[in-house]
């Protein structure tokens, strides 16, 4: 099932520029990877709802500095330590 979302527009803002499908197309992105950057959907969920594979995701995500992870500097730390005791062995 999917859903809609209204938007309001200034009188001003000609109609027909309003059922533009690439403004429609750029807008439905805008709003996924913001989304995708508060980390309320997955990438993967992203491609799917903008129609396009994933690494179409990340070049979007780099474009626009989404990070591909975000995990707590305290994780970041203990994946460093683990790495470096692993590279002395």
Not at 26 to 32: E, R, Y
């Amino acid at each position: 099932m999917s859903k809609r979302i209204v938007l309001e527009f200034p009188s001003e803002v000609p109609e027909k520029g309003l059922q533009d499908e690439d403004a429609i197309k750029k807008g439905k992105a805008i709003i996924v990877l913001e989304l995708l950057r508060k980390g309320k959907i997955s990438q993967g969920k992203a491609a799917e709802l903008m129609e396009i594979n994933r690494n179409d995701v990340f070049d979007l995500m780099a474009k626009y500095d989404i990070p591909m992870a975000d995990f707590p500097k305290e994780e970041l730390l203990r994946q460093i330590e683990e790495f470096e005791k692993r590279m002395k062995k």
